[in-house]
């Protein structure tokens, strides 16, 4: 997805019609939902939607950077055990649980 969005080209309006386009349709609705009773910031709904699939994409997206300039390991469970903590509290407000990513055995 992120190769054919850096080019524009039809193959992204395919997707985004064919795929994107239905699933928005149903999630969309219940980041709305998710909203209205305070669960979730009140934001535009596909903001929050992008800036969700950013997150969760992160690891995957840096983790050879990452490892290249901390040394940590976005393929070690300790590593994305600390990550979704964060996201957790960054995005949900849940209390962090404590993980350190740079525990020895996380490199």
């Known amino acids: 997805m992120r190769q054919e969005a850096f080019t524009n080209?039809?193959?992204l309006k395919w997707v985004a019609e064919t795929v994107?386009?239905?699933m928005l349709g149903r999630l969309i609705p219940q980041i709305v939902a998710a909203q209205k009773q305070g669960l979730l910031p009140a934001v535009d709904p596909i903001l929050f939607h992008y800036m969700m699939v950013s997150l969760t994409a992160a690891l995957?997206?840096?983790?050879?950077?990452?490892q290249v300039t901390s040394?940590?390991?976005?393929g070690n469970a300790k590593v994305?055990?600390?990550y979704w903590a964060l996201v957790d509290e960054t995005v949900f407000g849940k209390v962090g649980r404590g993980?350190?990513?740079r525990?020895?055995?996380a490199k």
Do not use: I, Q, T
């Open 60 to 66: 995957a997206a840096f983790g050879p950077e990452m």
């Open 71 to 74: 040394g940590l390991s976005a």
């Open 20 to 22: 994107l386009a239905p």
């Open 103 to 105: 525990a020895k055995d």
């Open 80 to 82: 994305k055990e600390a």
């Open 9 to 11: 080209n039809p193959r």
């Open 99 to 101: 993980v350190s990513a």
